[in-house]
C-alpha cells in the first residue's frame, strides 16, 4: 500500500533523510520511532505529499506522491502533532468544511460524520466552538479529520497529545481497530503505546533506518542472551545450584523473595538458546516447583535506546 524508495530530503547542506526504503503492507499498523531531529516527521510530511524530497519516490496504493497529488491525497487521512483546526468554528462546521475540501459528496457526507464523530466520541461537543473545547477534544477533533472520506491510508503522528490515561485506551483500541480496514502509519514517544498497538516498526536516527522488525524479532537481534525471571518454591542455594548445571545457562542469580517459601531467580542463558523446557525438567526433578516464568527481553524503549543512542545498525 506504501512504498518508499531512495528518499533523501535535503535542507541546504543538511541532509534530513537519507536513501530510506521501506514499505508497509495493505492492513498494517506501523510504528515510526526516531528521536526528535530525526527525520520522522519530514518521512512522513514526504509521504502526505506536504513537501517534496529531494529524491526518490514514494508510491501509495500505485500512485506516485507527486505525479498524482490528488489521487494520493483521496486516500490519505493525516493527524499532524499538531491538528490544523479553525478554532472559530464549531466542531461540526469544521468537520463540514475537511468533508468539502476532501470532495465527499454531500449524501456520504452526512452518514460518515455522523459515524466518525460517535467512533471519536465527539457528537456531545458538535455544536461548539473548537476555541472552547479541551485539549483532549481538540485532539479527538483532529483524528476525526483524518477519518474524513474513510482513506484506506492514515498517518498518525502523536495521536494520544494531550489526552487523559482513559482516552489513551480508547484511542489505542480504536487504532486497533482502525488497523483492520485501513494501513496505519502511526509515530509516538509512548512506546508502550507502540508496543501494544504496532505489529512492525521502523527506527530512524540521523535520517537514515537503523532497524526494521517486530519488537520480539529486534530483541532477540540485540539481546546477546536470552533472560527469565523465575519464582520457585524451594531452597535459595538449592534452586540456584540446579539452574547453574543445565546447559545453556549462563548465570543464575537471586533476585529476592516475594512469596513465602519462595525465591526470585535470575536466570540468564546462552543467545539463541531455548532453556525453558531444560529448566523445567531440572527443577521438576528436583521437586522445586516453578510458580513463575517471565520472559525478560529487552523493551522497545530498551531497544530504541540502544540503537539511538550507539552508531550501531541492525539489518
Wanted: charged share 25%; glycine share 6%.
Amino acid at each position: 500500500m506504501i512504498q518508499v524508495e531512495k528518499l533523501t530530503k535535503k535542507y541546504g547542506q543538511h541532509i534530513a533523510t537519507k536513501n530510506l526504503n521501506f514499505t508497509v503492507n495493505k492492513g498494517e499498523v506501523l510504528g515510526f520511532l526516531g528521536p526528535n531531529g530525526a527525520g520522522k516527521s519530514t518521512t512522513m510530511n514526504i509521504i502526505t505529499g506536504y513537501i517534496s524530497a529531494t529524491e526518490g519516490t514514494v508510491m501509495i496504493d500505485g500512485y506516485d506522491v507527486l505525479e498524482k497529488p490528488e489521487e494520493v491525497k483521496k486516500r490519505i487521512g493525516y493527524l499532524p502533532e499538531f491538528p490544523p483546526l479553525y478554532t472559530e468554528m464549531t466542531v461540526k462546521e469544521y468537520l463540514d468544511f475537511v468533508s468539502d475540501i476532501k470532495k465527499v459528496s454531500k449524501a456520504q457526507k452526512n452518514k460518515d460524520m455522523e459515524k466518525i464523530m460517535d467512533l471519536i466520541k465527539i457528537a456531545d461537543v458538535r455544536k461548539r466552538l473548537i476555541k472552547n473545547l479541551s485539549k483532549g477534544y481538540k485532539q479527538r477533533v483532529g483524528f476525526a479529520q483524518a477519518l474524513i472520506g474513510n482513506p484506506p491510508v492514515l498517518v498518525l503522528d502523536e495521536p494520544t497529545i494531550g489526552l487523559d490515561p482513559k482516552q489513551i485506551i480508547e484511542i489505542r483500541n480504536l487504532i486497533k481497530d482502525l488497523g483492520k480496514e485501513h494501513t496505519i502509519i502511526l509515530s509516538s514517544h509512548i512506546l508502550p503505546e507502540v508496543s501494544a498497538v504496532c505489529e512492525r516498526v521502523i527506527i530512524i536516527n540521523k535520517g537514515e533506518i537503523v532497524a526494521s522488525g517486530t519488537p520480539d524479532s529486534l530483541s532477540k537481534h540485540l539481546n546477546n542472551s536470552s533472560r527469565l525471571s523465575l519464582r520457585v518454591a524451594g531452597p535459595e542455594e538449592s534452586v540456584i545450584k540446579v539452574l547453574n548445571n543445565i546447559p545453556g545457562v549462563k548465570l543464575a542469580e537471586y533476585n529476592g523473595i516475594k512469596e513465602m517459601d519462595t525465591v526470585d531467580v535470575l536466570v540468564e542463558g546462552d543467545k539463541d538458546v531455548d532453556i525453558r523446557k531444560p529448566l523445567f525438567f531440572a527443577l521438576s526433578r528436583a521437586q522445586y516447583p516453578i510458580l513463575q516464568m517471565k520472559s525478560m527481553d529487552l523493551t522497545l524503549e530498551e531497544i530504541f535506546l540502544q540503537l539511538t543512542t550507539k552508531e550501531r545498525e541492525v539489518s
